[in-house]
């Protein structure tokens, strides 16, 4: 039964990723008056992908072979390492341990391995050469650079509101904390979900469904892939994006999240995960409806917002 739950803790990320992106696609279609595709789509997209032959560049070295799954596991690991449902997970010994595969400070080692990913990412786009991937890296650098700030400082808040760097004790500090001391998470927030926007390719900052020149980012990257890497490179984009709003939902908005393996506390919890997270990709939907993408010389404003944002709920924090 531990090693169930283990793996239930484990599994939850990749599994439920795809399912993040058929939703979006289905309220975005929704919003313009579409059918669209199921919401499962994504899960058969996933298994055409990996069932269809490979074409490889003559000039691709090892990186390009062996960034997807690097990236994919990367986001296996931080999957495993945020709490979705619940604060605990069962240890291998069968021992109930916070959801924390890493250090003490694992949120910060959480940025570093999303910078990870994201700079072999770069790096298999340069690799074969192609002016696509060229340019494509190039930006995704650029806006990660930029973005990091306000994701940094966003959680950084948060970690000092419960004094604490793992993930899990936050989110189980600030369930107890008095609603009037919730300013300066909610100014955290909007950094938090700008950051968001930008770390995972979305309006206003990408065009996730793109392939014009002018205006792709992360998917440039990716057009010299196909097969099982391709496959994996998208996994590992919509596991990165299920992290982001798990994080986002049960750091700033922690009620609810299960801080033991009960059945009270999980039948409570997952219900109001799944309402937590579908808010926000309502959310991501809406705004890739409503709004056009910002020409790229635009994007630093906003994310140096984000920035803002992030240090005056810093500040405040601090002062009070």
């Excluded at 595969?101 to 990870?116: P, T, V």
């Excluded at 792709?216 to 890497?229: F, V």
Aim: proline content about 4%; hydrophobic content about 60%.
């Amino acid at each position: 039964m531990d090693i169930l739950l283990f793996l239930l803790q484990l599994l939850t990320v990749p599994v439920l990723a795809p399912l993040c992106i058929g939703v979006i696609r289905v309220l975005k279609a929704r919003m313009q008056n579409r059918v669209g595709a199921s919401v499962f789509q994504p899960y058969r997209d996933l298994y055409k992908l990996f069932h269809k032959d490979e074409v490889i560049s003559k000039d691709a070295s090892w990186v390009f072979r062996f960034s997807p799954y690097l990236i994919f596991t990367v986001m296996v690991v931080i999957g495993a390492s945020v709490p979705v449902i619940t604060t605990l997970a069962p240890s291998l010994s069968g021992a109930l341990v916070p959801v924390s595969f890493l250090s003490s400070g694992d949120f910060i080692i959480i940025i570093y391995l999303f910078a990870l990913a994201t700079f072999f990412l770069a790096l298999s786009g340069m690799d074969v050469g192609s002016g696509f991937g060229g340019f494509g890296s190039s930006r995704e650098m650029t806006m990660a650079a930029l973005a990091e700030g306000g994701l940094f400082f966003s959680l950084l808040v948060a970690s000092i509101a419960a004094q604490s760097g793992t993930v899990s004790t936050i989110v189980e500090s600030l369930q107890t904390i008095p609603f009037q001391s919730y300013l300066p998470l909610l100014v955290a927030f909007v950094a938090f979900f700008i950051a968001l926007l930008a770390e995972n390719s979305r309006f206003p900052v990408d065009n996730p469904s793109t392939h014009l020149e002018l205006t792709m980012i992360h998917e440039a990257m990716l057009l010299e892939y196909s097969g099982k890497r391709l496959a994996l490179m998208e996994w590992a984009s919509a596991s990165k994006l299920l992290i982001f709003i798990a994080l986002g939902a049960n750091i700033f908005f922690p009620w609810g999240v299960a801080t033991s393996f009960t059945l009270g506390a999980l039948a409570l919890s997952v219900p109001l995960f799944l309402f937590k997270a579908l808010v926000f990709l309502f959310s991501i939907a809406f705004i890739e409806s409503v709004m056009a993408k910002f020409r790229i010389f635009r994007v630093p404003d906003l994310l140096f917002t984000s920035f803002v944002l992030s240090v005056i709920a810093l500040a405040i924090i601090i002062t009070f």
